[in-house]
């Protein structure tokens, strides 16, 4: 299986995934390997990312998108970490 990846000087460079099953291995433990290193390698998200063709500027409001969300999601966990702060009792140094 070959993955293709497209850099940013557009240079395309080809990811090749070997596994190779083992003697008495089941199939489905290589395959589950197989899958493994294909997440790793960001193969999928590269084919659906490049999928279909977007226009710049939806591109850009996609990003900015992304960027909202991201940023809406660490303030929510900035506030439930300062609330679970909140809820703890408080220690005394001295004994």
Not at 38 to 45: F, H
């Amino acid at each position: 299986m070959a993955g293709v990846r497209v850099t940013s000087t557009a240079q395309v460079e080809k990811t090749v995934i070997l596994v190779t099953v083992r003697e008495n291995e089941p199939f489905e433990k290589a395959l589950r390997r197989f899958r493994r290193k294909v997440e790793r390698e960001g193969i999928r998200k590269d084919i659906k990312k490049n999928s279909f063709y977007l226009k710049p500027g939806e591109k850009r409001r996609l990003k900015q998108r992304l960027a909202e969300k991201r940023r809406r999601k660490a303030l929510r966990r900035a506030a439930r970490r300062a609330a679970k702060q909140s809820s703890r009792p408080y220690r005394s140094s001295s004994k």
